[in-house]
Each structure stands twice: as structure tokens, then as C-alpha cells.
């Protein structure tokens, strides 16, 4: 079918994400994404391209389910692996979340961001624990610190939309924590000053810090804390309402 029209329609903005979301023929939510080319559709659940390898909802689902299996069957993980094929296949799935999770971040659907960089960084640990190929390994794991990264970022604002800002600055150090240890581990810690997701990581944190220190609903929950210290339990219990009532 000619998409001509389409194109026409939606016009390419250069150095911008131009994603939607539309109700397909099926009825079911789709994703579509404006390319210099042309558009890029993906479901919205399940794998992006609609397919149910081997009758799984993604590749990684079944090979997990191999691996349980092969537990199962000789009581410990020996025997299972990936080979070149194997690997190949995942880094193509993975391909496909990563076009659909930076879709989803700009539409601010948080939560599935959450769970598609969740679905890439298990494919991440499956490939390094059991490729064959030490190429194929550590294939992926150069792009573990923009993972963590997009996944904290959806998880923090997820927060921040809920008012947990604390929560959301605990998230992001943990993050960073991870990154840190994921160099050390690469006998690269040298990394860590450089790299540019911890660096964004820690602008984020400190503009929340900033930006909620004038947020009435963080004034409210100190008077609050304060009120429980003195065993103020009444005004205490008042302040808790006025909360309610901006939350």
C-alpha cells in the first residue's frame, strides 16, 4: 500500500523524536514513528513487531524458558548456551525495544519505557552469562549505561508524577551505583568521570533537589516530620490531610 499520504500528513521534523499513537485496524494500540524515510509502525504490547517466537510473547521469554528448562532437567545450568545465531536473533529483538522504549519516553507512557528497558537489560544478562562467543558477550554490554540510564529516567518521573521526589532521587543514585560498578567490573573505573549517562544522571537528581525544595507538598511532609518528633500527633494528622488533598 502506497503511504504517500500518510507522509504527506505527518511531516518530518529533523533533530526531533516524531512519534504517535493510533488505534489500528485490529482495534489495538500502535506506535508509529516519523523517519526521514518514511514511518516505523510498532505494537504497543507484547514484542514491537507483533511476532510470537515459538509461541512466546518475545525471544527472550523463550529462551528463558529453555534455560528453566535445561535446570530443571539436569539440576543446574550446564549445557545450556547461545551460539552466534542465538545471539544475533536477541540483539535484533532488543533492536526493536530500543525503538519502541525511546518512542514510549516521548509520549511519557513511563511505565512501559520501565518495562522494555527491563526486557533489553535481561537480554544484556542472558547474552553475557551464556553466549558461546566472547564477542558475542560483551556485543551488548556497551550500551548497558544508556539502558540503566532510560530505565531510571522513566522510573523517576514515573515518581515524580506520583510526588516521590526522595524515592526518585534514591532510584537515580542507585543507578549511578550500578554504572559505577559496571565499569569496575570492565577494570575501566576511569570511566565513571566521563561518562556521560552518570553525568546526566546526576544533573537529574540535583534539579529535582532543586526544583522540590520550593514544592509546597515537600514543605508540608517536613512541618509534618517535624510534627511527629514533637509527638504533635493532631497537627501532625492535619498536615497529612493537606497533603491528601494535592497529591
Known amino acids: 500500500m502506497d503511504i504517500s499520504k500518510i ?69 543446574d545450568d550446564e549445557g545450556f548456551c547461545l551460539d552466534a545465531s542465538d545471539c544475533s536473533l536477541l540483539q535484533n529483538e532488543s533492536l526493536q525495544y530500543y525503538y519502541r522504549y525511546l518512542s514510549l519516553y516521548h509520549l511519557k507512557k513511563y511505565e ?32 548497558r549505561p544508556y539502558v540503566i540510564m532510560m530505565n531510571t529516567r522513566a522510573v523517576a518521573d514515573r515518581m515524580l508524577e506520583k510526588n516521590q521526589p526522595d524515592e526518585a532521587i534514591e532510584y537515580i543514585e542507585d543507578a549511578i551505583e550500578r554504572i559505577d560498578i559496571f565499569f569496575n567490573e570492565l577494570h575501566h573505573s576511569e570511566m565513571t568521570n566521563r561518562c556521560s549517562e ?17 514544592n509546597p507538598i ?21 498536615i497529612r490531610d493537606e497533603i491528601k488533598k494535592l497529591i
Not at 512501559?112 to 556485543?139: M, P, Q, W
Not at 552518570?198 to 520550593?214: C, G, Q, T
Not at 515537600?218 to 494528622?237: G, I, N
Open 198 to 214: 552518570i553525568v546526566f544522571l546526576n544533573n537529574f537528581a540535583e534539579e529535582i533537589r532543586s526544583n522540590w525544595s520550593v
Open 7 to 75: 507522509l504527506k500528513e505527518w511531516e518530518y521534523i529533523p533533530e526531533e523524536v516524531n512519534v504517535r499513537i493510533i488505534e489500528g485496524m485490529d482495534r489495538s494500540k500502535k506506535i508509529q514513528m516519523r523517519l526521514d524515510l518514511g514511518l516505523l509502525q510498532m505494537e504497543f504490547c507484547g514484542r514491537p513487531d507483533g511476532q510470537r517466537p515459538h509461541g512466546f510473547e518475545s525471544l527472550l521469554e523463550y529462551y528463558q524458558k529453555q534455560l528453566e528448562d535445561n535446570i530443571r532437567q539436569s539440576g
Open 218 to 238: 515537600s514543605q508540608l511532609r517536613e512541618k509534618m516530620r517535624q510534627a511527629v518528633e514533637l509527638e504533635d500527633y493532631q497537627a501532625a494528622a492535619s
Open 112 to 143: 512501559a519505557v520501565e518495562k522494555d528497558t527491563a526486557h533489553n537489560l535481561k537480554v544484556f544478562d542472558l547474552i553475557k552469562e551464556y553466549a558461546e562467543s566472547e564477542e558475542d558477550k560483551f556485543y551488548l554490554e556497551r550500551y
